[in-house]
């Protein structure tokens, strides 16, 4: 089964590549850019493409082309979707680059942050382009209806900003504390956004109909918030490879262990701020972060965090390894193959 999955991350890192090659040619910019942008020389065009090519260096699971690809094998579309696998893989980066950039982060994938590397306005501007980039392949790919795709993902991407405007104005005003209901809003637009869009888009390559768009869209968006409860759990943890353990504190994040505790015990807000204003102020390494974790370990938090985390993902889980999508049958092996990858990503 790994050889399975293998085979399929080989081709889309094909794909990505040819976006976005590694040593790109005078060919590369004259398919890219307009008269203008063509005259450009090298040297710029190295300014712009070096922290991306960086950033996708450094790995990644590659989860949500590779989800895209095995929905649309599934309904019998093959590999149609596959060379959309930029304009979710790309934007998905881009977000990471502009995040680290907002949140002021040190690390990213065990290396420094993109901005730390090339500086805030090289990164600011290559984190946009790589947005523009990914929908390149939307003009070369050989499915219908254009439009459709386009929407897709400029949807996705309107309700991407406007989750991430609801997180930084949260960690922003640390006294704030948000609903609990207004969390998995968030975490819906932003983890979940880009997890639906490669669910719809690997349906709409097989041509399935929209009830199965709907419901694998919902599916994956479940997957993605459950996802993201569990990366807001090994940060007070075991720590998220490539980052430092508990620096979600130091960016003042209201993750859904942290809301649940002050939800339960409102009494306790001042000594949670006290720990943000402290990790804010002397790094994730000062001793109050540790007092809060163990604090939200002793309470019972995390693990009722980490429970609903694995809930949601089951509940995708539930439709992903299921013979049909709202009517539309499914092969065996892609079932099989949709079922495992949930294991694989986790």
């Not at 299921?322 to 065996?332: D, K, L």
């Amino acid at each position: 089964m790994d050889q399975e999955y293998t085979r399929r991350l080989e081709k889309i890192e094909v794909e990505l590549e040819r976006q976005l090659p590694k040593d790109p040619q005078s060919g590369w910019a004259q398919d890219i850019f307009t008269e203008t942008g063509k005259k450009a020389g090298t040297e710029s065009i190295n300014t712009l493409l070096a922290p991306l090519g960086d950033i996708l260096s450094r790995g990644g699971k590659r989860w949500r082309p590779l989800l895209m690809t095995l929905v649309c094998e599934a309904l019998g579309g093959e590999d149609a979707a596959l060379p959309l696998s930029p304009l979710v893989e790309f934007s998905h980066n881009a977000s990471l680059i502009h995040d680290d950039i907002e949140d002021e982060s040190d690390e990213r994938r065990g290396k420094p942050a993109i901005h730390k590397i090339y500086g805030v306005d090289t990164a600011i501007n290559s984190g946009s382009f790589f947005y523009f980039l990914s929908s390149c392949c939307i003009e070369t790919c050989g499915l219908k209806n254009k439009e459709r795709i386009y929407k897709f993902w400029t949807d996705c991407m309107r309700t991407l900003h406007l989750g991430q405007a609801m997180d930084i104005s949260w960690h922003r005003n640390i006294s704030f504390i948000p609903e609990i209901n207004d969390y998995f809003l968030m975490c819906g637009m932003k983890t979940g956004g880009l997890a639906r869009l490669a669910a719809e888009l690997g349906a709409f390559a097989a041509n399935a109909p929209e009830a199965a768009l709907r419901q694998l869209g919902e599916a994956a968006e479940k997957l993605g918030i459950g996802f993201q409860i569990l990366d807001d759990v090994k940060n007070l943890t075991t720590g998220i490879p490539g980052k430092k353990r508990g620096d979600d504190m130091v960016e003042g994040k209201k993750s859904l262990p942290i809301l649940l505790y002050l939800h339960k015990y409102p009494e306790k807000r001042e000594l949670v701020f006290r720990c943000f204003l402290a990790a804010r102020t002397g790094g994730a390494a000062v001793p109050e972060t540790e007092v809060l974790i163990q604090t939200l370990i002793l309470s019972g938090v995390l693990t009722e965090a980490e429970e609903k985390g694995l809930s949601l993902i089951q509940e995708a889980r539930g439709v992903f390894g299921s013979r049909e999508f709202s009517g539309c049958p499914v092969s065996e092996k892609g079932s099989d193959l949709l079922d495992g990858f949930i294991d694989l990503i986790s």
